[in-house]
């Protein structure tokens, strides 16, 4: 009985070693190599962006005849040397006009890129993170705004495009639901180049419409200060009341 009893402590040290070494790998997973895993796909993501507008700049720069100066003004179309976010808020107006969608937020970040390789010429990069939140019909329209937001001469990259599928429509009255779609975006700009300032691309933005109040006013207000009259003009009115008079008689 006490070999037998001896066997089964034995046993049971082993089972309980296997379920703490078990409990120890499935730590392990989720706190190290999942994190690590995760944050390896991100800079590898990061890093093909950033390939992306290198590569899109070496592009420009092979099209170039040779001899030919470059124009900074021209480059600073892709890449500037300031965030010019008025910039591409006109161009995300413009594509909801373009695409019909409605445009519910803008969110607008700047920062640092980081990169898990340096690359020679850009450690001084900077990001423009563009969050928009629309509402579309369909996916058309949606490609639409896209295919706007793209359309800038500055270099744009689509990070992420997140919507969901309205429901099926399983009568004739049945009214769709509008899209709620979220797009993530980039735009560069390099802030250390201080000597192109003189060259920063001239933004055409409309002029402000100098409302105090904001708010459209319906209740005739507006109108009556436009006909108000000037005290100090002088007004001439001449009412002919015999020739009036003389014409109902005749009738």
């Known amino acids: 009985m006490s070999s037998l009893s001896k066997s089964q402590k034995e046993k049971g040290l082993i089972f309980l070693s296997v379920i703490f070494l078990l409990a120890l790998a499935a730590y ?122 793209e359309a800038m001469e500055r270099i744009m990259i689509v990070e992420a495009v997140d919507f969901g599928s309205n429901e099926e429509i399983t009568s004739a009255d049945q009214v769709g639901e509008p899209i709620d779609v979220n797009l993530t975006f980039s735009a560069y700009f390099r802030p250390d180049l201080i000597a192109l300032a003189d060259t920063l691309p001239k933004i055409d933005a409309p002029a402000p419409a100098g409302k105090i109040n904001p708010l459209p006013q319906n209740d005739g207000t507006d109108l009556a200060e436009e006909l108000e009259v000037d005290p100090d003009v002088d007004i001439d009115v001449e009412v002919n009341v015999e020739e009036n008079a003389a014409a109902l008689d005749e009738e």
Do not use: C, H, W
């Open 28 to 149: 392990s997973y989720f706190s190290l190599y999942a994190p690590a895993k995760e944050s390896r796909l991100q800079a590898e993501q990061t890093l093909s962006s950033e390939r992306d507008v290198l590569v899109a700049l070496q592009a420009q720069l092979k099209e170039l005849p040779e001899g030919e100066k470059i124009s900074t003004s021209d480059l600073q179309q892709k890449v500037s040397v300031e965030s010019l976010t008025e910039q591409i808020v006109l161009q995300i107006e413009q594509a909801e006009l373009i695409s019909d969608t409605l445009v519910d937020n803008i969110g607008i970040t700047e920062g640092l890129v980081e990169m898990p390789v340096p690359v020679e010429g850009l450690e001084n990069l900077q990001e423009v993170l563009t969050t928009v939140t629309i509402k579309a019909d369909d996916y058309q329209e949606i490609t639409t705004f896209i295919t706007e937001v």
